[in-house]
Nanobody, 118 residues
């Protein structure tokens, strides 16, 4: 059974920091591209950052210079370090694992709430 379990969300003041973690089980973690998405109330889910199976990161323009995605293939964990948080970063953050090829797979975590107060 595949599980993606996020943690690290919470309430923080503007300018503060949080680190989100997503632990994966039931998959061969090292072959999956991993991503962090977020969804604010009334808005569509959007990609925040992703990292390929080879470790190449990509960050959305709205978080560049503030957020950093990383992965640890020994711990089957992907991280999102979030600095200089803004109220507009308030959302539920979701972890995603995806693999392409002959048998594409796509999995989601349950989400973790991040609330940034002004």
């Amino acid at each position: 059974q595949v599980q993606l379990v996020e943690s690290g969300g919470g309430l923080v003041q503007a300018g503060g920091s949080l680190r989100l973690s997503c632990v994966a089980s039931g998959i061969i973690f090292r072959i999956y591209d991993m991503g962090w998405y977020r969804q604010a109330p009334g808005k569509q889910r959007e990609l925040v950052a992703s990292i390929t199976s080879g470790g190449s990161p990509n960050h959305a323009d709205f978080v560049k210079g503030r957020f950093t995605i990383s992965r640890d293939n020994v711990k089957n964990t992907v991280y999102l370090q979030m600095n200089s948080l803004k109220p507009e970063d308030t959302a539920v953050y979701y972890c995603n694992a995806a693999v392409v090829g002959l048998r594409p797979r796509d999995y989601w975590g349950q989400g973790t709430q991040v609330t940034v107060s002004s």
